[in-house]
């Protein structure tokens, strides 16, 4: 059985910090490409960072580029988003996403809610 799951979540007053777990089982995780997405109310969900399952390269959406970290250890089956110097702007619900083309397959978790309010 696949699963997907997220720890970390909270509420943290602006400029403060939090790390993301997303902990991965059913499937072999050294094979897949793994993100974060987030969902704020009222909004579409967006992706935030990626990390390749080949190379270990990252991508992050401009918004949170040198704010937040994304890593995984493969040792574990567990992908890590570090947010630092967080703002009201990034509240929202925290997914993390795992991906392979060949043959196709995609797996959600179901979210963790970060709320950045003083």
């Known amino acids: 059985q696949v699963q997907l799951v997220e720890s970390g979540g909270g509420l943290v007053q602006p400029g403060g910090s939090l790390r993301l777990s997303c902990a991965a089982s059913?499937?072999?995780?050294?094979?897949?490409?793994m993100s974060w997405y987030r969902q704020a109310p009222g909004k579409e969900r967006e992706l935030v960072a990626t990390?390749?399952?080949?190379?270990?390269?990252?991508n992050y959406a401009d918004s949170v580029k040198g704010r937040l970290a994304i890593s995984r250890d493969n040792t574990k089956n567990t992908v890590y988003l570090q947010m630092n110097s967080l703002k009201p702007e990034d509240t929202a619900v925290y997914y993390c996403?795992?991906?392979?083309?060949?043959?196709?397959?995609?797996?959600w978790g179901q979210g963790t809610q970060v709320t950045v309010s003083s």
């Open positions: 990390i390749s399952n080949i190379d270990g390269s990252t």
């Open positions: 059913g499937f072999t995780f050294s094979t897949y490409t």
């Open positions: 996403k795992a991906e392979r083309s060949r043959p196709l397959r995609t797996y």
